[in-house]
């Protein structure tokens, strides 16, 4: 390679001091100079282990938790024999099984990722090797390859584009792996590679790249290749990313510039974090409570134990002599100490944690299982691809969603529109009333035209009638929906036409011209050719007037085969309206009209004109541009006013409107969501070029998915560009807010500064719905450490937040932010590769799954087709999973503290000598057997109402997100009902034995009678007490509750028989003990009088509780017992009229600027001919507009209240 004279000759280190990469530099064809950077292979990593780790790094993992390690600690204790009272296996064999079963589901999950990485890793390339082009994996192509795609195919790594089948070596791609957009992206090679189409020159081929290190912009590239003594510049326009898919392109050629990990698309990944529920979080607090707490009680008994040994104990040495090695009581403390903490380690019995992850388990099958989440069309079912996250579904606050492919389908479709005054795509009955979308009759025919597309579909039949009716302005209307544009056309056989449009927007309004018989038929840089009514004509293309965001509008200028020059222009109403000729007033003022209606339904508008140009004015236009085209300096500000003095006293056509189609249900989910008291905040980040009117486009699907309303006081919507501009814009916001409240009488006073610590201040209790749209530029100033407080404030007063033209990086600030300062569950759903980062950071990610690619899955917790399910996800699925962990989690910790509290009190009454009242036996099974399947079945299976009451009160959710059911408040009344439970479990059968006698007469008080008496009594009250709070029961809730208390009697006489003390004698001592105890009426009355007590208070409590301060779910309960003792009543929905609102613009199109210039320049004009099946955008399923009102008396008590 011959290196140019700005090149040094001696290259600086490609790594900074602390390794990081600084710049990256790849030779084409040159594997042994490149492998001297040791650049990452293409082989992807995304497992945690391998065979030879697993155990070890599983194991370090595991006993990070407090618990396991914990109980490890006491496994130890019991291994000393001069401390232990209890056998060993009573905690070893727990112990195994949670290692177990967790490092299995560890392994699985693991397994999967391996099989994930393989199926990727093995996948096929076409490498140039030594002048030959070979078929190598994935894994093995290396930085500095140059590799060979095809169409439809993958792009294996971020790739420099050297050349293509097209001309000027462009190519087109879809990114929906990447940013969930799937209409066309326009690549090109630099040009001096691009007539590199012959294998032998691409072999020869030794240019070098010095670009930028590897990093996660998806949007920016900046390189330089030097070849041939000369540098040239490289951009994002240059580059085929890793995900990407190649469309429409015979096949291309790429120079790999990164690969594997160090792609933009793997860059996005990030690592993956570990994440824990607010609840496991809460229990290991509550574990390390109980562990001081256990430590108290040892302390106790361990004194007592040494003021007894040395007060009574030292009397009775002769028949109880201390144990060898204890030599004084102070030391028989201290081993009592010991021995008291394995005994009562019980109050938090690893069996906890077993539980909780089956419980877990089974409510990710529920998910797993649901069909009503389940897309029949996509065939893709939910998934919950972790099992750690279920409940924290039920608590969540903050949703941050992508607009792209998550809330739209990113599907374009002509809805209506407006030609000369006459508003046409309403369908109206013979009263004049607009027909709903189920009771329209078929849709529009067009089999008159043979070129129509076969997909498109218009309900509004009078439009046709005036197209083949002649009406002048009609058929002008779309001329110019059939001229001015930029969409390419092409035809794989005879009147097969395929459109290949740049956004999908203008994809639909050309699609609309050529059913109403206006068909753009062929493009060539000079010419347009279209079929009007079946007659071709060949349109000259004088200039094309392109698009840009400051425009907002683009026009061409066309000379008819009668020789007239006519000016074709499309736009945002805010623009065109104020270009029109005065006496275009009156049509006007009606077109505004029909504009705020489409506007108000959500629809994406634009306004068309037109106006005949002069023979000699063109002539001395067309001059003028040629000249500012050509200047070396301010060619954009020349042509600006150039464009801008054309495009004046045009004359008004109408106007369309496009409806962006949102995936089916997104409005009423949000509605839904919203009425739950979770916050939706959208985070778009597409259309990120130049050109693109993001704010427009976000307002607009706010509208139409109703995240924003015409009843709202204000959207304030923030583009400042400077840091003070935003801070200014912050806090205008700001004040509006408060003044809105005190006009409204609330008396709130403003403080300028509000401490991070009151984020739920004033703002949030403001009067007055309002909404903020950001800028990304925007956001990076307000994300800065000295403005996010204040733009968190301002948010988080608002009812909705859209953020448009963020980068991934700032999606997942803006969680982070929320995460750092609110302290509330976060969930972020997302489709492409672009949200990986902000799924990753919130504490629960979702995954929309389908066509626009696998990236956010592969990173989610959970996974589905269609943003609608959310809603069931959440109020049904989520607020199950939280009520029935909490239930859990109370019982379970109630009954271990009922059953361990006992031995304590026992304490007091055998010499604080460690003794246990129960038999070892006992003590191993209770938790395992006993009470393990009942607890387990409520928190599998129970639920306080049906699914459909859940989705029909939203306020049903909000516990949830207070964290009432279970917080350090319920956890001390829970362990206040053990210990109250242990008192009297332990002193009622003791007064009743000391002075109670047999049948026979014969004194009752034995250690083992009052041990069975005890445990019986246990058993029996904690069953009832799961009965009451078991909400739902199913067979499986009835079999396990008396299947356990039957299995406890089985066992209980069976180890008292003779069978086991003739086959164990040294364990099996006691025999007939049970039979005889049991065999008392005095026993039963006592185990009697001990439930009665221990039960009655709490049944009290709750039935006074339920009639004074019933809770919403209570209410929800009764009001469905009435409703199913009376006759179903039938109710007539009242269709609600649309209220008025402030004048707001729908304009939004999303375009790139720039393709007129390629189009009139001819780069992008096709040599050969390629079937572009599936490019052109299909209308999908139509969404429900409104959402139904119920009546007064179907609405929940709290929102009545609160009304």
Request: net charge neutral; aromatic share 12%; charged share 20%.
């Amino acid at each position: 390679m011959t290196v140019p004279r700005e090149m040094p000759e001696k290259w600086p280190r490609v790594r900074g001091p602390g390794g990081a990469e600084e710049e990256r530099r790849v030779r084409a064809n040159a594997r042994e100079y490149n492998e001297k950077f040791q650049y990452a292979s293409n082989c992807i990593k995304t497992s945690k282990y391998n065979i030879v780790t697993f155990l070890p790094v599983n194991l370090f993992e595991q006993f990070q938790e407090v618990a396991n390690t914990y109980f490890l600690f006491l496994l130890i204790l019991q291994l000393i024999p001069q401390i232990s009272s209890l056998s060993w296996f009573t905690t070893i064999v727990p112990l195994v099984l949670v290692l177990t079963i967790t490092a299995v589901k560890d392994a699985t999950d693991d397994y999967f990722r391996h099989k994930s990485d393989n199926q990727v890793n093995n996948r096929q390339s076409q490498v140039l090797i030594g002048g030959v082009l070979r078929q190598e994996q994935w894994m093995n192509v290396r930085v500095g390859d140059i590799i060979k795609l095809e169409n439809n195919q993958f792009v294996a790594a971020d790739l420099l584009l050297l050349c293509s089948s097209e001309p000027h070596g462009l190519c087109y791609v879809e990114t929906a792996e990447l940013d969930g957009e799937t209409n066309m992206k326009v690549r090109q090679a630099t040009p001096v590679t691009s007539e590199l189409a012959d294998i032998s020159t691409l072999a020869r081929f030794d240019g070098e790249v010095i670009c930028e290190p590897p990093n996660n912009k998806l949007d920016k590239f900046g390189g330089t290749l030097y070849w041939k003594e000369n540098k040239f510049p490289l951009s994002n326009q240059n580059m085929l990313l890793r995900g990407c898919v190649l469309r429409n392109t015979e096949w291309c050629f790429g120079l790999v510039v990164f690969a594997g990990p160090d792609t933009k698309l793997m860059q996005n990944s990030g690592r993956t974090k570990f994440k824990r529920t607010s609840i496991d979080r809460l229990m290991n607090t509550l574990v390390l409570w109980i562990f001081g707490f256990l430590v108290c009680m040892g302390v106790i008994l361990a004194i007592g134990n040494a003021i007894w040994e040395h007060e009574v104990g030292v009397c009775f040495q002769i028949y109880l002599p201390w144990d060898e090695g204890v030599h004084s009581a102070v030391f028989s403390g201290f081993l009592s100490f010991w021995s008291y903490i394995i005994i009562l380690n019980t109050v938090v019995p690893i069996s906890l944690y077993v539980s909780v992850e089956v419980i877990r388990l089974g409510h990710s099958y529920f998910i797993n299982w649901d069909k009503k989440m389940y897309c029949a069309k996509r065939r893709t079912p939910a998934e919950a691809r972790t099992t750690t996250l279920n409940e924290e579904l039920g608590q969540v606050e903050y949703i941050f969603s992508d607009k792209t492919g998550t809330l739209t389908q990113n599907i374009m479709v002509f809805s209506k529109c407006s030609v000369n005054g006459h508003s046409y795509g309403d369908v109206q009955d013979v009263l004049g009333h607009n027909v709903e979308l189920g009771e329209r009759p078929e849709p529009v025919d067009f089999s008159f035209n043979p070129l129509a597309d076969p997909g498109f579909q218009f309900w509004d039949p009078s439009l046709l009638e005036a197209v083949q009716l002649g009406d002048p302005h009609v058929h002008e209307f779309f001329r110019l929906l059939s001229l001015c544009h930029t969409v390419m056309s092409e035809e794989k056989s005879e009147g097969e036409l395929y459109y290949k449009a740049q956004s999908p927007d203008e994809g639909a309004l050309v699609t609309a011209a050529r059913n109403f018989g206006f068909v753009f038929r062929s493009r060539t840089p000079k010419t347009i050719t279209v079929h009007e009514l079946g007659r071709a004509i060949t349109y000259q293309l004088l200039a094309i007037l392109d698009f840009n965001n400051i425009r907002k509008r683009m026009s061409v200028i066309v000379r008819s085969p009668e020789g007239k020059i006519r000016l074709y222009c499309k736009g945002a109403d805010t623009i065109l309206l104020e270009r029109l000729h005065p006496s275009n007033q009156d049509l006007t003022n009606v077109t505004t009209d029909h504009l705020n209606e489409y506007a108000g339904e959500g629809l994406r508008t634009l306004v068309l004109a037109c106006k005949d140009l002069e023979e000699s004015y063109y002539e001395d236009w067309a001059e003028r541009l040629r000249r500012a085209s050509g200047a070396p300096e301010a060619r954009e500000d020349r042509l600006a006013r150039l464009y801008d003095e054309v495009e004046r006293d045009m004359t008004l056509l109408g106007a369309t409107a496009i409806e962006d189609k949102l995936q089916q249900g997104v409005p009423e989910t949000i509605a839904i969501l919203t009425l739950a008291n979770i916050k939706i905040w959208v985070l778009t980040g597409d259309k990120q070029a130049p050109g693109s009117p993001c704010a427009e486009t976000a307002v607009n699907i706010g509208y139409s998915c109703k995240m924003l309303t015409d009843d709202m006081t204000e959207v304030f919507v923030v583009t400042g560009h400077t840091v003070l501009e935003v801070r200014e814009e912050l806090r205008k916001a700001r004040e509006k807010m408060m003044d809105g409240s005190r006009s409204m009488g609330n008396g709130f006073s403003y403080q300028e500064k509000l401490s991070s610590s009151k984020l739920t201040s004033v703002l949030e209790a403001i009067a007055g719905e309002y909404a903020l749209v950001i800028n990304g530029h925007s956001l990076a100033h307000a994300l800065e450490a000295d403005m996010e407080v204040e733009f968190l404030e301002t948010a988080c007063a608002c009812k909705a937040v859209i953020c448009c033209r963020v980068t991934p990086l700032q999606k997942a600030q803006v969680v982070e932010l929320v995460k750092k300062y609110k302290k509330a569950v976060t969930l972020a759903i997302g489709d492409g590769a672009n949200d990986v980062s902000m799924i990753k950071t919130a504490h629960i990610g979702v995954g929309i799954s389908g066509q626009e690619g696998i990236q956010a899955v592969l990173a989610s917790d959970y996974s589905f087709s269609q943003f609608k399910f959310l809603q069931r996800l959440l109020l049904v699925h989520g607020r199950w999973s939280y009520l029935r962990m909490c239930k859990f989690l109370c019982y379970f910790f109630y009954k271990n503290f009922a059953f361990t509290m006992v031995h304590f009190w026992f304490g007091f009454f055998c010499g604080f000598s460690a003794q246990t009242v129960y038999d070892q036996y006992f003590i191993t099974l209770y938790n395992i057997v006993y009470t393990s399947l009942p607890v387990l079945a409520m928190g599998v299976f129970d639920q306080d109402v049906p699914e459909q009451r859940s989705m029909e009160y939203p306020k049903l959710y909000e516990p949830g997100q207070l964290n009432l059911l279970f917080n350090k408040r319920e956890f001390f009344i829970c362990i206040a009902q053990g210990i109250y439970t242990s008192v009297l479990m332990f002193f009622i059968p003791y007064g009743v034995f000391a002075d109670a006698t047999r049948d026979d007469g014969a004194q009752l008080a034995d250690y083992q009678s009052f041990a069975v008496t005890v445990a019986t009594s246990l058993v029996i009250v904690v069953s009832v007490q799961i009965g009451l709070d078991t909400g739902f029961w199913t067979a499986i809730n009835h079999f396990f509750i008396w299947g356990s208390l039957a299995a406890y009697f089985a066992i209980l006489f069976a180890m008292h028989s003779d069978g086991l003390f003739q086959m164990f004698p040294n364990q099996f001592r006691f025999v007939g003990n049970a039979q005889n105890t049991l065999a008392q009426p005095t026993v039963w009355l006592t185990i009697a009088l001990t439930t009665v007590v221990c039960i009655m208070p709490v049944v009290a409590f709750r039935f006074l509780k339920l009639d004074l301060k019933p809770e919403l779910s209570d209410t929800v309960r009764y009001t469905q017992l009435v409703r199913k003792k009376q006759k179903p009543q039938h109710r007539c929905a009242r269709r609600g009229g649309c209220g008025g609102g402030s004048r707001r613009s729908g304009y939004a199109f999303s375009h790139q600027e720039g393709f007129g210039e390629l189009i009139m320049s001819g780069k992008n004009m096709r040599l050969s001919s390629l079937a572009l099946s599936g490019f052109t955008a299909r209308p999908g399923a139509a969404w429900i507009e409104t959402l139904r009102r119920k009546k007064g008396g179907e609405s929940s008590p709290d929102t009545a209240a609160k009304g």
